[in-house]
C-alpha cells in the first residue's frame, strides 16, 4: 500500500510538472515554500476529482454517509490544516507529505475497497 501512496504522490507532482516543457526549469527555481503549495493544489484537486467521481457511482448507495463522505472529510480538514499553517510559517514538500500521506492512504484504500481502482 505504500507503493501506492508513493505512486499516487508521484503522480500528482507529475503532472504539474508536465505542463510544459520549461516546467522542470521553473520547478528548480521555486522556493521548498511554493513547491508545498503547488503540491497542496494538486492533491486537493485529486480529492475533488475522486470524490465527485466516488458521488456519480455510489452516491446513492449505504456506503457513501457512513465511509466515503468521512474518509474525505478527514482528508480535506488536514489538508485545511496544513494551508493553515502554512499561514504562519513557510512549508517544505516533505512536511506536506509527511502530514497528509496517511490521510490519502485511507482515500486510496477506500478507493480499492469499493473497486474504483485496483
Known amino acids: 500500500m505504500r507503493r501506492k501512496i508513493q505512486w499516487f504522490l508521484v503522480m500528482v507532482l507529475m503532472m504539474s510538472l ?17 513547491k508545498a503549495r ?12 475522486a470524490f465527485d467521481s466516488a458521488k456519480l457511482q455510489i452516491g446513492h448507495k449505504p456506503e457513501w454517509k457512513t465511509k466515503v463522505v468521512p474518509t474525505f472529510d478527514v482528508a480535506n ?10 499561514k504562519t510559517k513557510p ?6 507529505y509527511g502530514m ?15 473497486g474504483w481502482i485496483e
Open 38 to 49: 503547488i503540491i497542496i493544489g494538486d492533491i486537493q484537486a485529486q480529492l475533488d476529482g
Open 18 to 34: 508536465m505542463a510544459c516543457a520549461t516546467t522542470q526549469e521553473k520547478w528548480n527555481k521555486l522556493t521548498p515554500d511554493e
Open 100 to 114: 497528509v500521506q496517511n490521510q490519502v492512504s485511507n482515500v486510496l484504500n477506500l478507493c480499492v475497497q469499493l
Open 77 to 86: 480538514k488536514v489538508l485545511a490544516d496544513v494551508i493553515r499553517i502554512g
Open 91 to 96: 512549508l517544505d514538500p516533505a512536511m506536506v
